[in-house]
């Protein structure tokens, strides 16, 4: 049986994190990198799809590229974090299900529809940035996501020859507590929320 979390646990993945906009200069070795991605990887999705693909834009020269179809002030988060993860979904994921999951014969098939296959590497690549906030503040890093950028220029920079495109950018490290907002609310049980 699986055990509840600490207190503290709870406190680190969501009660007392938050949204960091302002970085101190340490830079990300390659290895926490990957143990972040080692962590999410393990997250759900339908039929294990696992469609999300991750650049970690760490190079001042990657990071001039992803500020300049950025907007605002997101251009400073990028060009000052240790690292901004560009989370993209590739519409060649079903390439891989027989590898993925290999029980069921001809699982490619369940995605012929364009459609239905742009919905489920959406919707999964969006739980797998998700898994992906969380497994780096489980390891004790901060985290900035971002939707204010041009996806087609992104795209274009990054995925081009591809058939991934991109979901939502997340900057990672260490926070220094600059240029962030008060708590702001959330909805109650009662407003967001039904039993039936």
């Known amino acids: 049986m699986t055990e509840r979390l600490a207190e503290s646990a709870l406190d680190q993945l969501f009660r007392d994190a938050r949204s960091h906009n302002g970085w101190k200069t340490d830079p990300l070795s390659e290895a926490t990198l990957r143990e972040v991605y080692e962590l999410a990887r393990f997250g759900p999705t339908a039929a ?8 970690f834009v760490t190079s001042a020269e990657a990071k001039e590229k992803l500020a300049s ?3 605002g002030n997101n251009q400073a988060k990028i060009k000052t ?3 901004t993860v560009i989370i993209g979904y590739d519409m060649d994921f079903p390439e891989h299900m027989e590898t993925l ?4 014969p001809g699982v490619k098939g369940w ?3 364009p459609v239905a296959a742009e919905q489920t590497a959406f919707r999964n690549s969006s739980l797998q940035g998700a898994y992906f906030i969380v497994a780096a503040r489980s390891l004790g890093l901060d985290c900035g996501p971002m939707s204010g950028f041009d996806n087609g220029k992104v795209d274009a ?23 962030m907002f ?3 609310p959330r909805l109650s049980f009662e407003d967001a929320c039904k039993i039936v």
């Not at 999951?101 to 069921?104: A, D, G, L, N, Q």
């Not at 920079?157 to 240029?179: Q, V, Y």
Request: proline share 6%; glycine share 8%.
């Open 182 to 184: 008060d708590r702001l």
């Open 157 to 179: 920079l990054f995925f081009a020859g591809t058939k991934i495109k991109s979901n939502f950018i997340c900057s990672i490290g260490h926070g220094d507590g600059a240029n």
């Open 69 to 71: 179809v950025s907007s």
């Open 101 to 104: 999951f290999p029980h069921v």
């Open 81 to 83: 974090a240790p690292a």
């Open 48 to 55: 294990n799809t696992s469609p999300a693909r991750f650049i």
């Open 111 to 113: 995605f012929s529809d």
